[in-house]
Nanobody
Framework: QVQLVESGGGSVQVGGSLRLSCAASGFTSSTYYMGWFRQAPGKEREGVAAADLDGSILYGNPAKGRFTVSKDNAKNTLFLQMNSLKPEDTAMYYC???????????????????WGQGTQVTVSS
């Protein structure tokens, strides 16, 4: 049974940092495409970053230059290091995974079948 559990969210001030974790179980993370997404109230789910099987990372525009994705295959965990946080980064952050590349757009939510429950990130000024 595939399960994704996010953690590490919280409330920070502008300019602060958070490190999100996505613990995967029921599959080997090195064989699944994985990604981070976020969704703010009233907005569509947005791709933050996506990891390919070879370790390549694609960052969405909000993440470029501030966020870093890493993957520990030994621990079956995907990380999202977020620095220089802004109020517009406030959202629920989700981890996603899929054994197949369902979409040519790595950052499309439709490209992933398995999702975690999310972890809330709130950035205040």
């Amino acid at each position: 049974q595939v399960q994704l559990v996010e953690s590490g969210g919280g409330s920070v001030q502008v300019g602060g940092s958070l490190r999100l974790s996505c613990a995967a179980s029921g599959f080997t993370s090195s064989t699944y495409y994985m990604g981070w997404f976020r969704q703010a109230p009233g907005k569509e789910r947005e791709g933050v970053a996506a990891a390919d099987l070879d370790g390549s990372i694609l960052y969405g525009n909000p993440a470029k230059g501030r966020f870093t994705v890493s993957k520990d295959n030994a621990k079956n965990t995907l990380f999202l290091q977020m620095n220089s946080l802004k109020p517009e980064d406030t959202a629920m952050y989700y981890c996603a995974a899929d054994p197949r590349r369902r979409s040519g757009n790595w950052l499309s939510a439709s490209g992933y079948f398995y999702w975690g429950q999310g972890t809330q990130v709130t950035v205040s000024s």
